[in-house]
């Protein structure tokens, strides 16, 4: 059963694009990634996707970030038998926080299938959850290895008819002392199985593990070959998903750029964005796989002719982009692979201009940003948000640029001096007072500049808490007194008395979540108790939930990094959809599938 691996293959998307469509999934995944907006696989994706349809084993070399969750369970989906009960599917993760994320990314990708079930387990959480949906029957079992060895010991997992094995980031499972469960879970389960095995670095250790259990792996490595332009200056600057907007305009505001190009991961994102800041003034326009050869050019010529400043694009739209009037390139999402990130920012600095790179990166995602630097050997320099105070100087400024400017227009000020002379005259007023309230019939209703009490974005982020990427082996009680599943929740919460404003959460039906899941999660993260929860409206892509109108920055700030169902709920205020109060929704939603 066991050979070599064979030699290393090297995953690169940025010379040879290969399209979703070309990669043999079936057509329900691949539906199902068009409507998420994926627009091209990534290196590991394309690399990995034809291999595992073929039924090899494969040993990838990737890290978080890179795309390999997609990589092992789009195939594993395209080749799924609903009709049988019995668990298909193994995904070993090192902690319950990335099981459940697997989970969520399966439920997603299976979206366009019927009746797939997917089912995490993990240590902390009660067994008879997992007994009763391992009875009702499962597909895919995405677990730590603790855990699943404790069911394999009392019989309630049955793994004979195991066709598909996914070791998932395998070298922090063995750096979490998983290495003898994880080669029991191999050695005991059918021969005949497919494995992939998934590691962001390759020691002896895991190399031996894949001599001995894998048969004929493939070995993918993400090629690293890299290299970036001196002329550009490369920046990050660490924001949490919801503060991406605010920040966005921010820099905007401060930064000296001629034409813009902000990068976005999905099609889908880029129209939104690109609305988003046409709203606040600026001329933007998006440009993705799905818009017209003939309407993306007539959107380059503009770019290029200055009647356009920022693109909001993909990366195949902007592939080959040659203008040189862009100034700028945003990293809004920063991207997976770091072919990607070197041919993003080769759309600056050209022709022998200065350029500047700016990427967001998010807490989760300093792992992307390390790699990045790896690759392309040079460290990117942090760069804090432009606070109010920044805003202000760079409006004063430009108010001044203006004045300075019209004075130069001679014909048009002679004109306009004799109206303002007769006006001082027949008023007695000074000509400063004239010229001020000038400017106020300029400016209109809009402020000229920001309340700096109105400082609402964190300038810098937390760093990421170790207790992130913890895992509980054992048994302990949940930490959440709601993720317990005992169902003790009373159907009511008491009304509350304080004053309350709505939340804007990004879950909802889609992801099956109930109330006791939101009110868990908030209480758990956030240090709420039950009395700060008013009504919750779960939407089918969202969840309105009313929390005291006085909640504080810190309480938000804590709640960045929170996941429900493993999705990030990326909570904000809601000022558009109030619950109405005659509309006190707690229907409970839907039963979860088997979870
Ligand atoms: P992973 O490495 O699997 O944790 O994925 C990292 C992020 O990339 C997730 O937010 C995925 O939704 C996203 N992603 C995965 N594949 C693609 C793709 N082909 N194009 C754009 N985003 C992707």
């Known amino acids: 059963m066991t050979t070599d691996t064979n030699a290393p293959i090297e995953a690169d998307t940025a010379d040879a694009v290969t399209a979703f469509s070309d990669l043999g999934l079936s057509d329900a995944v691949l539906k199902a990634v068009r409507e998420i907006g994926y627009e091209t696989p990534s290196a590991i994706q394309a690399a990995t996707i034809p291999p595992l349809l073929a039924g090899r084993d494969v040993v990838g070399l990737a890290q978080t970030g890179t795309g390999k969750t997609a990589a092992f369970a789009l195939p594993i989906l395209s080749r799924l038998d609903v009709s049988q009960k019995k668990p298909q599917a193994l995904v070993l993760s090192p902690t319950r926080e990335l099981a459940l994320q697997v989970c969520e990314a399966f439920e997603q990708y299976a979206s366009q299938m019927r009746g797939v079930h997917v089912l995490p387990v993990y240590g902390g959480q009660a067994y008879g959850v997992q007994l009763s949906a391992l009875r009702r029957g499962v597909h895919v079992v995405v677990g730590t290895p603790g855990r699943i060895m404790d069911h394999l010991a009392k019989g309630t997992l049955d793994l004979s008819e195991l066709k598909y094995l996914v070791l998932d980031e395998a070298d922090e499972m063995l750096k979490m002392g998983f290495a003898e469960d994880v080669e029991t879970i191999l050695a005991d389960t059918p ?57 966005l305009t921010r820099i905007l505001e401060v930064e000296n750029f001629e034409g813009m190009i902000v990068f976005v991961r999905t099609k889908s994102e880029t129209e939104t964005l690109a609305e988003k800041l046409r709203a606040r003034g600026y001329s933007a326009a998006a440009i993705s796989g799905d818009v017209a050869q003939a309407q993306r050019e007539r959107t380059v010529n503009q770019l290029k002719s200055g009647k356009l400043d920022i693109l909001v694009a993909t990366d195949v739209a902007a592939r080959g982009l040659d203008v040189d009037r862009i100034s700028h390139v945003v990293n809004y999402d920063i991207p997976i692979d770091t072919e990607s990130y070197v041919h993003r920012i080769g759309r600056t600095g050209r022709a022998g201009r200065s350029g500047a790179a700016i990427s967001f990166v998010t807490p989760r995602e300093r792992r992307l940003l390390g790699a990045i630097e790896k690759a392309t050997r040079q460290p990117l320099t942090e760069m804090q948000l432009p606070s109010v105070e920044d805003v202000n100087v760079t409006r004063l400024a430009r108010f001044d640029d203006a004045i300075t400017a019209a004075l130069g227009q001679q014909d048009r000020i002679s004109a306009f001096r004799d109206i303002v002379g007769h006006y001082v005259e027949h008023h007695d007023v000074p000509e400063a007072d004239v010229a001020a309230a000038l400017a106020v019939v300029a400016q209109g209703d809009t402020p000229l500049l920001l309340d700096p009490a109105a400082e609402r974005p964190a300038r810098r982020e937390r760093p990421e808490r170790s207790s992130d990427r913890s895992f509980d082996r054992d048994d302990r009680a949940p930490r959440s007194f709601d ?87 990326e909570i904000r205020p809601d000022r558009r959809s109030a619950p109405r109060r005659d509309d006190r929704d707690e229907r409970p939603a839907r039963k979860p599938r088997h979870q």
């Open 483 to 569: 993720r317990d599943d005992r169902g003790e929740r009373p159907e009511r919460r008491p009304r509350t008395t304080k004053p309350m404003s709505p939340y804007r959460i990004e879950v909802g039906r889609r992801q099956r979540v109930e109330p006791r899941q939101i009110v868990g999660a908030l209480a758990n993260e956030g240090g709420l108790s039950r009395e700060d929860f008013g009504a919750i409206q779960i939407r089918p892509d969202f969840s309105i939930v009313e929390l005291p109108a006085d909640l504080s920055k810190d309480v938000l700030d804590r709640l960045v990094d929170t996941r429900i169902s493993g999705k990030l709920i």
């Open 191 to 247: 021969d005949d199985k497919q494995v992939a095995l998934f590691s962001a670095t390759m020691p002896a250790q895991i190399r031996r593990i894949s001599k001995q259990y894998l048969n004929d792996a493939e070995e993918i490595t993400v090629k690293n070959k890299t290299t970036t332009s001196a002329n550009t200056t490369q920046r990050y600057l660490m924001v949490s998903y919801p503060q991406k907007v605010d920040a």
